[in-house]
């Protein structure tokens, strides 16, 4: 159970039942009692930091939360993903009793007045690192906790909440493995984004370690940057098909693409060269977004649980405002989950 769970049956917002569960003054009695009877009802038991009014020490002063995207463009129409652990984070942040400020961090490093201020208690991140111009103006903000990030490069700082990109490559290796395929390949999509690579590298050694035929498909560069079609009508796509049946009688028999919106893509420039996938090859795509629906057949994929990555990054956010004595540099891992696509789904229901 769950105190957004408890929101719901008792009608009220999630504000007023961390402000019901830390004993404050200015909630109405009927809400009170509503609030009570739900967690009654739910059997819910409040974790013990959240137990009685919040003590003196604690590090919150405003009760928002800033959160910042490091990008020049709006990063949430071209990013399902992000959406959703945006969303989870309003639904988190609102349990806690705090307000959540959106803003944006170009190259040019103008910060939101909101932040300049200090009207926040800490910040939750997005995107590559800032310059250290901008870093030098954050750092004033201990509690900082990074989204989604590619945790190699310098110039970060603070927490770091990340699907478990390493296991998300073995899952896909192990998958496809399982599913009896001897040949496999890999698309390397962009060889400089660590989270993808690290995706790359947990599916490669997972690949070597069973003993199978593998192959890892690139272009050396971000697939995403060179998708529309050169002058010769191919696009990075079709070179990445090139690679896939270079080699006559060992083309593989499955392929993981580590991303579904590249997936899309993937099915089209497969289908120019006449190999139907689902049948001439079997995908096994990552993030798990409805546009694969579109897709027949529709390929397995794994889910990075955004809405966990939401909750832990606001938890973890919360952890550190009220406790600026705790561990530096805390990494969480989000474990990923595999969700079969349709023919999967079908094999497995006639095998039960």
Known sequence: MSMVEVAKLAGVSHATVSRVINGRSDVSPASVQRVREAMRELRYVPPAKRRGPKPKASGVRTGNIGVLFVSETPTLAASPIAARVLHAIEQ?????????????????????????????????????????????????????????????????????????????????????????????????????????????????????????????????????????PSESGRTSFDELVDQLVATPGTMPTGLFVPRDLLTIQMYRALRRRGIQPGRDIEIVSCDNIPALDALDPRPTSIDVRPEEIGRRAVEQLVSRINDRNAPLNVTTMVEPRLVLGDEASQIQGAAS
């Open 92 to 228: 988190e942040a609102a349990a806690h009793g705090f307000s959540v400020m959106f803003s944006q961090v170009t190259s040019a490093g103008s910060l939101p007045q909101s932040v300049v201020a200090g009207r926040v208690d800490g910040l939750l991140m997005y995107g590559p690192p800032p310059s250290p111009n901008v870093r030098q103006k954050l750092s004033r903000y201990p509690a900082c906790v990074w989204l989604l990030s590619q945790r190699r490069q310098r110039g970060y700082w603070g927490d770091r909440v990340s699907p478990d990109n390493h296991k998300i490559g073995e899952m896909a290796c192990r998958y496809l493995i399982d599913r009896g395929h001897e040949r496999i390949a890999a698309v390397d999509c962009d060889p400089g984004h660590f989270g993808f690579s690290a995706r790359t590298e947990g599916f490669e050694e997972a690949a070597r370690e069973a003993g199978v035929f593998f192959k890892t498909l690139s272009t050396g560069s971000n697939i995403e940057d060179r998708a529309p």
